[in-house]
């Protein structure tokens, strides 16, 4: 006779490793604040939850690992820092998914620094007197700077022999 039997075949899904899509070089000066969705570059072609891991940031930001957000406010001096002291970081961000298969993904953050605010400065003096030196009279005491970087005179009348020397006028 005849014998029948019931096969039964199951095909598993096969995981597929996250997709992520470039990301443009960031710029920011010191003490901004900074928030930029890294986990909206990255998605997950099975649906699967992605967790993030993100180092070189600068000081002052942190990321969330669920959403990859990286948020917070820059330090004040982060334009003078990085791995090349050039205010340059470079940011890697890793996504993965719950079996462990993961992307990278690479940009930068620029930091700039922020330009000092100089006061006018001002001088009243009789016929023929003298003023005194410059460092006497501490020129720059009413400048200030954002990111409070020290202040120095670089330039006197647009040249930097001129510091120190008097200067006619």
């Known amino acids: 006779g005849k014998t029948s039997a019931t096969v039964t075949v199951t095909v598993g899904g096969v995981n597929d490793t996250p997709i992520g899509s470039a990301i443009g070089d960031q710029y920011r000066a010191d003490g901004n604040t ?12 099975d649906g699967d939850a992605l967790t993030y891991t993100i180092t070189g940031l600068p000081a002052g930001l942190s990321y969330n690992t669920s ?18 002291l050039d ?4 940011v890697v961000i890793t996504a993965r998914d719950p079996t462990g298969a993961s992307t990278t993904l690479n940009y930068t953050i620029h930091v700039e620094n922020v ?7 001002t001088e009243t ?3 023929n ?8 009279r501490n020129i ?20 930097a022999g001129n510091v120190g020397n008097a200067a006619a006028g």
């Not at 900074?34 to 072609?45: L, M, S, T, V």
């Not at 007197?129 to 006497?136: E, M």
Request: aromatic fraction near 10%; charge should be negative.
């Open 34 to 45: 900074y928030a930029f969705p890294a986990g909206n570059y990255f998605r997950d072609p």
């Open 125 to 127: 003096t009789f016929a």
């Open 140 to 159: 720059i005491s009413n400048d200030t700077d954002p990111d409070l970087d020290a202040l120095i005179v670089a330039t006197v009348a647009g040249a």
């Open 67 to 84: 959403t990859g957000l990286i948020s917070g406010t820059i330090a004040a001096n982060a334009s003078q820092l990085g791995p090349m």
């Open 87 to 90: 205010g340059s970081y470079p």
């Open 115 to 121: 330009a000092p605010l100089a006061g006018y400065d």
């Open 129 to 136: 007197a003298i003023l005194g030196p410059l460092p006497l």
